[in-house]
């Protein structure tokens, strides 16, 4: 009987041993599971549009709710125009090492002005999905791509710099797509990118590649939609919606994860298109904004833009919430990020914000300075910071939520997983940089961020402008002749910082370095 009674005590331990294995095991495993993805960039969304950040005539119901339950980084930036700024928050790295200065067709001046900007991103700078691809992630890109040329084989065999800027076909000559769609140029696509699908990304920054263009009547927002690289289905309507239902199609394809949802929207972009005539209408007759300047225009033709770019603000807030919905309803919310931003500043045609100096295409915060939130729920700390991020901190973001550490490649950016819990030291008093060899809205230069100060140098001449951020957020007033020690040291910085990674000027620059 006792030896029975020793055998049952040894069975009830070996059994209590292997239920706490296997319970340790699930835990080990779950505590493990590689996030889901879900990176939102919505083209042309201005820092004020949402209401999150203050707007009060255009209506984000959605959007703030999650922003609410996210960490808000008020200081988010990027380049001023889309090219640059998809470029280093696909690769990781600062505009002089891809030679993607701005959209080359915005380009102003001759080859002594500018280092004419690349189109087409070679394979030999690395973007996020290719990593996080080997580390097991099921990718799929949505919407506006444009990190290609349109044509990338003619591009990349000129020898750089170029003498003259690249060029793109009109709206409605489709003679490039038989060529885009092989494998000699398909490697430069999302499917030759670490992406398991693509769904609209060409080389066009916008969707109106129709004949006509802007001046369209669907303007690539309404189906049946002219863009090669979208299956048509019968259930097409609005451009915006349509990327949202594939994007929740991936998901539900993948749902045992982890996988990353590459959402461009090509909203905001024009051309301007308002959603339905009934929205159209509630913000034509909606009271505008006196703080931000949305909504409000004696011209006619400048507030029917306001209004129907209002509709469209509003269609990607509807989307946003179908998004989330889809996770509450999967179980999925809880192992899920979102990052949600923009790639550049408002466009001076259809918003505005008085708040600021500058729009889309200015180096000024009004052109830079952009919306950006993340939600990861129990992992963030809910919270406004005012620690200054950008474009470029996206990508070593990613490889630190995936939790890959062996990307040896080039980062110019610092993961902004260090601000889930609270805002960190090392990232606060890091300095900012851009560096503008090309021309659109004014002349090329390099810019440094640190503090609360914001220098530029504008490489023709040399000329210096300084800015306090915090007292002076309309940059109304150059203290680059008053505040001469932190002009000098700032500057020295910036030079330290060309000098150091033999950051090119463009010819007609005076400077020596």
Same mark, same amino acid.
């Given at each position: 009987?006792?030896?029975?009674?020793?055998?049952?005590?040894?069975?009830?331990?070996?059994?209590?041993?292997?239920?706490?294995?296997?319970?340790?095991?699930?835990?080990?495993?779950?505590?493990?599971?590689?996030?889901?993805?879900?990176?939102?960039?919505?083209?042309?969304?201005?820092?004020?549009?949402?209401?999150?950040?203050?707007?009060?005539?255009?209506?984000?119901?959605?959007?703030?709710?999650?922003?609410?339950?996210?960490?808000?980084?008020?200081?988010?930036?990027?380049?001023?125009?889309?090219?640059?700024?998809?470029?280093?928050?696909?690769?990781?790295?600062?505009?002089?090492?891809?030679?993607?200065?701005?959209?080359?067709?915005?380009?102003?001046?001759?080859?002594?002005?500018?280092?004419?900007?690349?189109?087409?991103?070679?394979?030999?700078?690395?973007?996020?999905?290719?990593?996080?691809?080997?580390?097991?992630?099921?990718?799929?890109?949505?919407?506006?791509?444009?990190?290609?040329?349109?044509?990338?084989?003619?591009?990349?065999? #000129? $020898?750089?710099?170029? !003498?003259?800027?690249?060029?793109?076909? *009109?709206?409605?000559?489709?003679?490039?797509?038989? @060529?885009? +769609?092989?494998?000699?140029?398909?490697?430069?696509?999302?499917?030759?990118?670490?992406?398991?699908?693509?769904?609209?990304?060409?080389?066009?920054?916008?969707?109106?590649?129709?004949?006509?263009?802007?001046?369209?009547?669907?303007?690539?927002?309404?189906?049946?939609?002219?863009?090669?690289?979208?299956?048509?289905?019968?259930?097409?309507?609005?451009?915006?919606?349509?990327?949202?239902?594939?994007?929740?199609?991936?998901?539900?394809?993948?749902?045992?994860?982890?996988?990353?949802?590459?959402?461009?929207?090509?909203?905001?972009?024009?051309?301007?298109?308002?959603?339905? #005539? $009934?929205?159209?209408? !509630?913000?034509?007759?909606?009271?505008? *904004?006196?703080?931000?300047?949305?909504?409000?225009? @004696?011209? +006619?033709?400048?507030?029917?833009?306001?209004?129907?770019?209002?509709?469209?603000?509003?269609?990607?807030?509807?989307?946003?919430?179908?998004?989330?919905?889809?996770?509450?309803?999967?179980?999925?919310?809880?192992?899920?990020?979102?990052?949600?931003?923009?790639?550049?500043?408002?466009?001076?045609?259809?918003?505005?914000?008085?708040?600021?100096?500058?729009?889309?295409?200015?180096?000024?915060?009004?052109?830079?300075?952009?919306?950006?939130?993340?939600?990861?729920?129990?992992?963030?700390?809910?919270?406004?910071?005012?620690?200054?991020?950008?474009?470029?901190?996206?990508?070593?973001?990613?490889?630190?939520?995936?939790?890959?550490?062996?990307?040896?490649?080039?980062?110019?950016?610092?993961?902004? @997983?260090?601000?889930?819990?609270?805002?960190?030291?090392?990232?606060?008093?890091?300095?900012?940089?851009?560096?503008?060899?090309?021309?659109?809205?004014?002349?090329?230069?390099?810019?440094?961020?640190?503090?609360?100060?914001?220098?530029?140098?504008?490489?023709?001449?040399?000329?210096?402008?300084?800015?306090?951020?915090?007292?002076?957020?309309?940059?109304?007033?150059?203290?680059?002749?008053?505040?001469?020690?932190?002009?000098?040291?700032?500057?020295?910085?910036?030079?330290?910082?060309?000098?150091?990674?033999?950051?090119?000027?463009?010819?007609?620059?005076?400077?020596?370095?």
């Amino acid at each position: 009987m006792i030896k029975n009674l020793r055998n049952i005590s040894l069975c009830i331990v070996l059994i209590t041993f292997f239920v706490a294995c296997n319970s340790l095991k699930k835990e080990t495993s779950k505590e493990s599971k590689k996030p889901n993805i879900i990176f939102v960039l919505v083209d042309d969304l201005g820092y004020a549009d949402v209401g999150f950040n203050g707007s009060t005539y255009f209506e984000t119901p959605n959007i703030d709710a999650l922003a609410n339950e996210s960490l808000v980084l008020d200081n988010a930036y990027m380049y001023p125009t889309c090219s640059p700024s998809r470029t280093a928050i696909f690769t990781g790295k600062q505009s002089f090492r891809t030679g993607v200065y701005t959209v080359p067709v915005l380009e102003k001046g001759d080859d002594q002005e500018n280092i004419f900007s690349r189109w087409t991103v070679g394979k030999e700078h690395p973007i996020y999905a290719e990593p996080l691809a080997e580390a097991g992630y099921k990718s799929i890109h949505l919407g506006k791509w444009h990190i290609v040329g349109p044509y990338p084989k003619k591009e990349l065999a #000129k $020898e750089y710099p170029l !003498k003259e800027k690249l060029n793109q076909p *009109d709206p409605g000559d489709y003679s490039w797509v038989a @060529t885009h +769609k092989t494998p000699g140029i398909q490697q430069y696509y999302p499917e030759g990118r670490g992406f398991l699908k693509n769904v609209g990304g060409t080389f066009r920054g916008d969707p109106a590649l129709e004949a006509g263009g802007y001046k369209s009547v669907a303007g690539g927002y309404w189906a049946p939609f002219s863009n090669p690289f979208i299956e048509k289905k019968p259930t097409d309507n609005w451009l915006t919606d349509r990327l949202t239902d594939d994007a929740i199609a991936f998901m539900d394809a993948h749902k045992e994860g982890p996988f990353l949802i590459n959402l461009n929207y090509y909203a905001v972009h024009r051309p301007i298109r308002y959603r339905s #005539k $009934e929205l159209y209408q !509630k913000y034509f007759d909606k009271p505008g *904004d006196s703080i931000t300047g949305q909504g409000l225009h @004696t011209k +006619k033709k400048k507030h029917e833009y306001f209004a129907s770019y209002a509709t469209m603000v509003e269609s990607v807030d509807d989307n946003i919430k179908r998004i989330v919905d889809y996770l509450d309803a999967n179980n999925l919310r809880e192992n899920t990020v979102i990052i949600f931003t923009s790639d550049n500043g408002f466009h001076s045609m259809a918003s505005a914000n008085d708040l600021m100096c500058g729009a889309k295409g200015f180096i000024y915060e009004g052109g830079i300075k952009v919306p950006m939130f993340i939600n990861y729920p129990n992992k963030v700390s809910p919270r406004r910071s005012d620690v200054a991020v950008s474009g470029l901190d996206v990508f070593p973001t990613l490889m630190n939520l995936a939790n890959i550490h062996d990307f040896n490649g080039t980062l110019d950016g610092n993961s902004m @997983t260090d601000l889930f819990a609270k805002d960190d030291k090392k990232l606060s008093e890091r300095p900012l940089f851009w560096h503008l060899a090309s021309r659109y809205k004014h002349g090329t230069c390099s810019v440094i961020r640190k503090g609360d100060y914001k220098l530029i140098q504008f490489l023709a001449d040399g000329k210096l402008e300084l800015y306090n951020l915090v007292d002076d957020p309309k940059e109304s007033k150059d203290l680059s002749n008053i505040e001469l020690k932190t002009t000098q040291n700032l500057l020295g910085e910036l030079v330290s910082w060309r000098k150091a990674n033999k950051v090119p000027l463009p010819p007609n620059s005076v400077l020596p370095f």
